[in-house]
């Protein structure tokens, strides 16, 4: 089998066809993550609004309940995979945030039981909430620098980035995320006398059978980027 040419050192994919997959996955995550953080900080402000101008609770605490369920069905439902995205952030940065927002979320847990039986309660209780709104901003803000370095890097090698061109080229991602991950570790390999099949086979932990499995699918969808191109 054929080895990769050596390539300069980059942290971003370098071919317009891998930053344009890139970019459209970063893009699904945000449409996921942004309207969820949305909705919490609606809801800490309607809970905050509540404090201060006292109304009926049975119909404030079932708007909350409404905005609760709304949420926890979004995150019920999935996303993207991080895991595409996790090579190109800073994962120490990102370890802290997700360390943080489980200690947040722990905290919102233990306080739940007297969020609703005293305004004292409730006001810890909100507390935590602003923790969690404010996490969860800094996690989408990675994102967005995310997206801002792959735009950019686009531009530098001459890519035309209006958005309906991107997504032209990458209008349609795989089912199996990891076809996506390993598509762009390939694409991003450092200079190295591998092979796409060892890259694969590393990628797998050993595992043959699902290593050549996810490199054909690679392959297909190169293919395809390539006729969409």
């Known amino acids: 089998m054929a080895k990769r040419a050596a390539r300069p050192r980059s942290d971003l994919p370098q071919t317009q066809e891998a930053l344009a997959v890139l970019l459209r996955t970063v893009e ?4 996921f993550v942004e309207p969820a953080v949305r909705r919490q900080a609606m809801r800490l402000q309607s809970l905050q609004d509540m404090l201060d101008d006292p109304k009926p609770l049975t119909s404030q605490l079932d708007l909350q309940r409404r905005l609760g369920e709304a949420s926890r069905r979004h995150w019920a439902e999935g996303g993207p995979s991080f895991d595409i995205l996790e090579p190109y952030v800073d994962a120490g940065e990102m370890r802290r945030l997700f360390d943080r927002r489980q200690r947040v979320r722990h905290r919102m847990d233990s306080l739940s039981k007297n969020a609703t039986r005293t305004s004292r309660g409730l006001r810890s209780w909100l507390n935590a909430l602003g923790d969690l709104v404010r996490v969860d ?64 086979l590393d990628f797998t932990h050993g595992d043959a059978q699902r290593a050549q499995s996810l490199l054909r699918g690679v392959r297909r969808y190169r293919q395809r980027l390539r006729q969409r191109g």
Not at 28 to 31: F, K, T
Not at 146 to 158: C, K, P, S, T
Not at 164 to 182: G, K, Y
């Open 137 to 200: 901003g800094d996690i989408v803000a990675v994102f967005q620098r995310l997206q801002g370095r792959v735009l950019h890097r686009l531009e530098e090698v001459g890519a035309d980035t209006r958005a309906d061109t991107l997504r032209r080229i990458a209008r349609f991602l795989p089912r199996n995320h990891e076809i996506t991950r390993l598509y762009l570790a390939i694409e991003n390999a450092q200079p190295t006398d591998s092979s796409e099949g060892e890259l694969a």
């Open 28 to 31: 699904r995550h945000l449409q």
